[in-house]
């Protein structure tokens, strides 16, 4: 299960798997780390400036340049993100519609599980 954002006021920005496999404190654990919006969500986030978004980040202190060059690389990261009207939603993976039902859990576990082997009882 992954968020699949809209208007961003459900999803956190920080800890919530919404963008890429992993959640960003995950992917960039030392911008989380400095981070003073650690619990903030998307839409909280970003700000909209005419047709482009940006990403007022609020830092505990002055970065150093290796850690303003993550910043860069988070805002590249970010650059497709796009926010709407709609409601934030849950999105099942393994479904093509992101839709849960019991047969695509079953695909994906078998899929999944396949390689296993299974030990018998002696």
């Known amino acids: 299960m992954v968020r699949s ?5 459900s999803t956190y920005f920080w800890l919530s798997r919404w963008i890429g496999d992993a959640p960003l404190s995950l992917v960039y654990p030392r911008l989380f780390s400095l981070s ?24 505990r202190r002055e970065l150093f340049q290796w850690e303003s ?9 970010l650059e497709v993100v796009r926010l709407s009207s709609e409601m934030d939603s849950w999105r099942w993976v393994p479904d093509s ?23 018998e009882e002696e």
């Open 5 to 9: 954002v809209g208007n961003g006021s």
């Open 97 to 119: 519609e992101g839709i849960f039902s019991v047969n695509s859990t079953y695909n994906h576990l078998r899929k999944e599980l396949r390689d296993v082997e299974v030990l």
């Open 36 to 59: 003073l919006q650690k619990e903030s969500m998307v839409g909280s986030c970003c700000a909209r400036e005419g047709e482009n978004w940006s990403w007022p980040f609020s830092w």
């Open 69 to 77: 060059d993550l910043v860069v690389q988070l805002r590249e990261r």
